[in-house]
């Protein structure tokens, strides 16, 4: 299994909109905090999450959550 990359050491902070969405878990996205496929091969696998209602949230940017896709403050905590 590859390693996780840091996309960024802050959170995604976004307005979504209610539907199904793929949380980057690898890092390797071009289109972040969201999945683009650039997984593939790592053995590391996306977050399906849904939204019922347009709402404010923090995603992970660090990949190192224990809460995934929402970021828990783990970035504060990196080398």
């Not at 969201?34 to 660090?62: N, Q």
């Amino acid at each position: 299994m590859a390693d996780v990359l840091i996309a960024q050491r802050s959170p995604y902070v976004l307005e979504l909109e209610p539907g199904t969405y793929w949380w980057c878990a690898c890092g390797r996205s071009k289109n972040q905090p969201f999945c683009d496929g650039s997984h593939k091969g790592t053995g590391i696998t996306p977050v399906k999450f849904e939204i019922t209602e347009k709402r404010k949230v923090a995603l992970c940017g660090c990949k190192h959550t224990q809460t995934p896709p929402y970021c828990d403050g783990t970035h504060k905590t990196l080398p």
